[in-house]
């Protein structure tokens, strides 16, 4: 009896674990398509920055009048952050605000690194792929939108769980990949949402996983923030505000004297949530696949353009930085997004097919059911045996 108990709470949980996620997870599958071509559709939508060829000249642009035009273009405007790009270091930009501490960018200027030539002024909150970002991301709700949907992630991870288990318990008497075509639409639908869902098991575990973590970067950087990074500034917080202008040049040179195999990822400028009063900070990233998704912050005093603190991150943001390229194919370049998008698509008929099978079998009780594989099976399934135990 504990056996056949068992197998029937596995069942309600991969049904109701199932059937809450299910029409999210389409919808997060659909979306996640083409956010996995992002950078390709940027392109062809004309978004994306093709510097000309340029020869060496020497030094590259100044950093303070690359942001003396991009505070031009924005009057009234400040800038928030100094912005690179391990793809393209030949770019920079320039994000600006209302204020220094404003959550959203007013602007999203680039300019070219070698000669300070602007470039593009990316448009921020439309088009298509802004559209497709936010469904994603937090279903234009902001923070609750995320958990939320953090919370669909969970019900997945236990979805494919009892999954398996349930895969283990109905199919081991037939071959692995068995469709059994002679049988009812019902059959072989079940059949094939079985083998693609096992399949695709380590890829969609992987890309719930992730993709949880990621609804929670909000309260994780704000954490960190509130912690190792609040610590670091501490003996500054009671500085009076920066007053006039300070060398966004001197800041960045000084970063990178500090670490001079790593290149820039962005960099805070003083008031803002993620430097102090008087402080740049600098989070520099490293150079090879890895290590480029993660940060190392530094502080730069901006009266002197001196290096007073740098700390590793802590484990836990890691993790985050790390999932954030693992869940969209973004390590491996064209040939890793091309499989990533393969299995998403089968995903999306794993789901599909799940939900057909529902709607078939919804007024079948669990021993139905339970009974119609077991008729159907190529042996039978021992339930007097477990009943029996």
Sequence with gaps: MLIRVSLKSWYLIHKWTSLICTLF???????GLPLIFAEEIDQALGRSVELPQLMETGPRADLDAIVADALTRKPGHV??????????????????????????????YSYDARNGEFVLDYPLDEGFMN???????????????????????????????????????????????????????????LDLHNLL????????????????????AEPIFGR????????????????????????VQNAWAAAQQTAPNM??????????????PNQFVAFMQGNTPLTSKLLLPIVIDAPSGQVIATRELPVYVSVLLLSKPLHFGNYGGLPLKILWALLDGISIVVLVSGLYLWLKKRKLSFEARLGLLRTQSVNKFPLEQADSR
């Design 25 to 31: 997870m389409l919808l997060l599958c659909l979306t």
């Design 79 to 108: 800038a928030q952050f100094l912005v690179g790009d391990a793809e393209e270091p030949d770019l920079w930009s320039v994000r600006l605000g209302k204020s220094v501490a404003a959550p959203e960018a007013s602007a999203f």
């Design 131 to 189: 559209i497709i970002l936010r469904l994603h991301v937090d279903l234009f709700a902001g923070l609750p939108g995320m958990l939320f949907l953090g919370a669909m992630g969970v019900l997945l991870i236990l979805a494919l769980v009892s999954g398996t288990v349930l895969y283990g318990y109905y199919m081991r008497k037939l071959q692995f990949g068995t469709v059994r075509r002679e049988r009812s639409p019902q059959m072989k639908w």
């Design 197 to 216: 869902g096992i399949v695709t098991l380590v890829w969609l575990f992987t890309v719930g996983l992730t993709g949880v973590v990621n609804t929670l």
């Design 224 to 247: 960190w923030q509130a912690t190792e990074l609040a610590d670091m500034l501490a003996p500054y917080r009671k500085q009076a505000p920066l007053s006039g202008t300070s060398s």
């Design 263 to 276: 290149s820039l990822s962005f960099m805070a400028f003083p008031g803002n949530d993620f430097a102090g």
